[in-house]
Every structure is written in structure tokens, then in C-alpha cells.
């Protein structure tokens, strides 16, 4: 990873654009409907720190080298990230190609290396996006502190919010009825953690590319991984950083199944069958086994 992702909120925040000309224009649309206080700078006004105070980005987009080169001193003066169009070598931070879904906020960059590249594949990714991906995010933000309340441990917290993206309450905010969807989810909520943990079986041999996107996301979604030492590392890589790592050797189906009952999902990565009696101990257990296979090559 060249460079780490962040997203910065907006919500009271200052964001100033010195310059003029389209590029300026595009940054300008870019921050449209945003709620950050807007400030353009033009003339001497962009070459003085401080003219960014208290800012908390700064684009600078001319076609007046000198002019570039002020205000971005300026900016960065005023310790304020700033980002200078179609010069890499004098940002700070680089401007991704942005799917907007309101809460929802993806972002593909390149590191300035691409920014065609970074476009072709935002358009690709946005059509897997929903446009009430927002409404979702929105609701859960909504309720955020009484699902924390409720159920204080993080991984039956993670169980819950995993059902419930996929339930009642989900589908009504995407479907823009919010009052529907907060007594939803917040019947759901009072009804308890009733979801049970289950085992999903990926293969782990590769290439990444062959995994179903129902493999893909398993691993993305999962509590815990137990993989086999020889696992391809691009499989392996689509799991989130901070779940849990079993060794395979600790893996046994006792231990699995009391991961089950708290709820926690397991994705096991394999590179070879798994014995029988594993398996055999697990649906004694009542452990729920979904065998995840791989797309045709």
C-alpha cells in the first residue's frame, strides 16, 4: 500500500479552493452538497497562510505556476493538507475518483499515477452500489449508541448488525421509508442476538480471482479465519485486518462450534479437504457448514 486511505468529515469543517479555471470549477463541484463551509481564493489573497486558518483541506487548481506555488506554500504554512491539480510532486494528499451514496462514500485512487484509470474503475465499482446505501449507513449511525448499549461485546455486536443489513429494517431505508426501518431495527434490537454463528468453507489454493463474490464477501464479513499455511496470500488479504486468527492445529470442532455459539462466523481457507471427523464433530454440534466453491476458470 503506497499510500493510506482516509476520509476526513466535513460536517463544520472548512475547505478552501484557490484558483480559477475548470479544474478549480470541477474540485468545487466535487464538494457540492457537502456540509463543509466553502472558501475561494483568488489573487494575492491565496499567497497569505493566513488565508487558510482553521481550514481543513485546501485544493489549489491554476494554470499560473507561481500562482501554484504560493498558495500551496501558503497552505501548507498555515498546516493545512493541501492538493495541487496535475502536480503530484506538491500534494499532500491526492484526490480519488468518489462514489457518493451520502453516508456511504467509496474512493478509488491511484496516487496521482492514474487518475483515468482511477474513473474507469469507479464507474465499474458504482454500479454495485445502491443508491439507498446512504439511507442504510444513516440508520444504523441513527441507532449506533443503543445497539452499542445493548450489546456491548464486539462480536455480538457484529453478529446483530450482520443479520440485520440483510432484514426488514435494512430493506425499508433502502426503500426511503425511515421511520419504518429505525422501529425495525429497533424491534430487532429488543428481541436480542438470536443469530448463530456458522462455518463457511473457501478454498484457499487461488488465484484470488476465482473466489465467488459469495466467497469474497464471507471473507470480509468473518469473526475469525483459519487458514491452511500454504493459502494463497491474494485470498487471504480480502479478510478483514482485525479478525481473529486461528491456527489450524487450535481449529478443532469443539472449539469451532463454542465460536459458533457466540455468534462469531468462521471462514476456514483451504487447500485441501478437511478431515471427516471435523466435519462430523461440527454437525453434531448443530454447527451450520456452508461450503463456498469457486467460479470456473
Given at each position: 500500500?503506497?499510500?493510506?486511505?482516509?476520509?476526513?468529515?466535513?460536517?463544520?469543517?472548512?475547505?478552501?479552493?484557490?484558483?480559477?479555471?475548470?479544474?478549480?470549477?470541477?474540485?468545487?463541484?466535487?464538494?457540492?452538497?457537502?456540509?463543509?463551509?466553502?472558501?475561494?481564493?483568488?489573487?494575492?489573497?491565496?499567497?497569505?497562510?493566513?488565508?487558510?486558518?482553521?481550514?481543513?483541506?485546501?485544493?489549489?487548481?491554476?494554470?499560473?505556476?507561481?500562482?501554484?506555488?504560493?498558495?500551496?506554500?501558503?497552505?501548507?504554512?498555515?498546516?493545512?493538507?493541501?492538493?495541487?491539480?496535475?502536480?503530484?510532486?506538491?500534494?499532500?494528499?491526492?484526490?480519488?475518483?468518489?462514489?457518493?451514496?451520502?453516508?456511504?462514500?467509496?474512493?478509488?485512487?491511484?496516487?496521482?499515477?492514474?487518475?483515468?484509470?482511477?474513473?474507469?474503475?469507479?464507474?465499474?465499482?458504482?454500479?454495485?452500489?445502491?443508491?439507498?446505501?446512504?439511507?442504510?449507513a444513516a440508520l444504523?449511525?441513527?441507532?449506533?449508541?443503543?445497539?452499542?448499549?445493548?450489546?456491548?461485546?464486539?462480536?455480538?455486536?457484529?453478529?446483530?448488525?450482520?443479520?440485520?443489513?440483510?432484514?426488514?429494517?435494512?430493506?425499508?431505508?433502502?426503500?426511503?421509508?425511515?421511520?419504518?426501518?429505525?422501529?425495525?431495527?429497533?424491534?430487532?434490537?429488543?428481541?436480542?442476538?438470536?443469530?448463530?454463528?456458522?462455518?463457511?468453507?473457501?478454498?484457499?489454493?487461488?488465484?484470488?480471482?476465482?473466489?465467488?463474490?459469495?466467497a469474497t464477501r464471507?471473507?470480509?464479513?468473518?469473526?475469525?479465519?483459519?487458514?491452511?499455511?500454504?493459502?494463497?496470500?491474494?485470498?487471504?488479504?480480502?479478510?478483514?485486518?482485525?479478525?481473529?486468527?486461528?491456527?489450524?492445529?487450535?481449529?478443532?470442532?469443539?472449539?469451532?462450534?463454542?465460536?459458533?455459539?457466540?455468534?462469531?462466523?468462521?471462514?476456514?481457507?483451504?487447500?485441501?479437504?478437511?478431515?471427516?471427523?471435523?466435519?462430523?464433530?461440527?454437525?453434531?454440534?448443530?454447527?451450520?457448514?456452508?461450503?463456498?466453491?469457486?467460479?470456473?476458470?
Open positions: 500500500m503506497d499510500a493510506f486511505p482516509a476520509f476526513f468529515p466535513l460536517s463544520g469543517r472548512t475547505v478552501v479552493i484557490a484558483g480559477s479555471g475548470e479544474a478549480a470549477e470541477a474540485k468545487l463541484r466535487l464538494l457540492e452538497g457537502s456540509p463543509a463551509r466553502i472558501v475561494r481564493l483568488e489573487g494575492p489573497e491565496a499567497a497569505l497562510a493566513q488565508s487558510y486558518a482553521g481550514a481543513a483541506l485546501a485544493f489549489v487548481a491554476s494554470a499560473d505556476e507561481a500562482f501554484v506555488q504560493a498558495a500551496a506554500a501558503a497552505a501548507r504554512a498555515a498546516h493545512v493538507p493541501v492538493n495541487v491539480v496535475d502536480r503530484p510532486q506538491l500534494c499532500d494528499f491526492t484526490t480519488p475518483a468518489v462514489i457518493d451514496r451520502g453516508e456511504v462514500v467509496a474512493a478509488i485512487g491511484t496516487g496521482g499515477a492514474s487518475p483515468m484509470l482511477a474513473t474507469m474503475l469507479r464507474t465499474d465499482i458504482e454500479q454495485r452500489v445502491p443508491e439507498g446505501a446512504g439511507r442504510v444504523f449511525r441513527q441507532l449506533q449508541d443503543e445497539v452499542r448499549a445493548a450489546l456491548p461485546q464486539l462480536h455480538e455486536r457484529r453478529a446483530f448488525l450482520r443479520e440485520a443489513l440483510a432484514g426488514p429494517a435494512a430493506s425499508a431505508a433502502m426503500a426511503g421509508d425511515m421511520d419504518g426501518a429505525t422501529r425495525l431495527l429497533r424491534e430487532a434490537l429488543a428481541g436480542g442476538l438470536a443469530a448463530q454463528g456458522r462455518v463457511r468453507i473457501v478454498s484457499g489454493r487461488g488465484p484470488a480471482d476465482l473466489l465467488t463474490l459469495r464471507a471473507l470480509a464479513g468473518a469473526d475469525v479465519i483459519v487458514a491452511d499455511p500454504d493459502a494463497d496470500p491474494a485470498i487471504l488479504s480480502l479478510a478483514r485486518r482485525d479478525a481473529e486468527r486461528l491456527d489450524p492445529a487450535d481449529a478443532t470442532s469443539e472449539r469451532l462450534a463454542a465460536l459458533c455459539a457466540s455468534g462469531m462466523t468462521i471462514v476456514r481457507v483451504t487447500t485441501a479437504p478437511l478431515a471427516p471427523a471435523l466435519l462430523a464433530g461440527l454437525e453434531r454440534a448443530g454447527v451450520a457448514i456452508e461450503v463456498l466453491p469457486t467460479a470456473a476458470p
